[in-house]
């Protein structure tokens, strides 16, 4: 790359808004652009591009992230995904937290 070439981050949509990609390739279809901060978030899926805008969307019931509790859904300890009913192994309990 040139040193004074610049990059350029694209967030591409759908036509209902949702994300499909975000990128710094230039690739066929609707886009907006968008500054790093933006491009580095490990998820997209509460972004909407409304009226050629991004727009979070706070009560997406996809964003959600798991967090240790006291009552939830017990697990195999150190294992999250691998939920048990099972008294003769280590446990923790997990439930979700929207953020």
């Keep these: ?3 004074n070439s610049t990059v350029e981050y694209r967030l591409y949509y759908d036509e209902t808004g949702r994300v499909t ?3 710094n390739e230039h690739l066929p279809g609707n886009y907006i652009r ?5 491009y580095d978030r490990a998820s997209y899926r509460s972004l909407r591009v ?4 991004l727009t979070r969307i706070t009560k997406d019931t996809d964003d959600f992230m798991l967090e240790r509790r006291k009552n939830g ?3 195999v300890k ?3 995904s691998i939920l048990t009913n099972s008294t003769n192994l280590e446990t923790q309990t997990y ?3 929207y953020h």
Excluded: L, R
């Excluded at 968008?34 to 933006?38: C, F, L, R, W």
């Design 21 to 23: 990609c975000m990128t």
């Design 34 to 38: 968008i500054n790093k901060e933006i």
């Design 50 to 53: 409304i009226n050629g805008k």
């Design 73 to 75: 859904y017990t697990s």
């Design 95 to 97: 439930g979700f937290k």
């Design 78 to 80: 150190g294992h999250a």
């Design 1 to 3: 790359m040139n040193k």
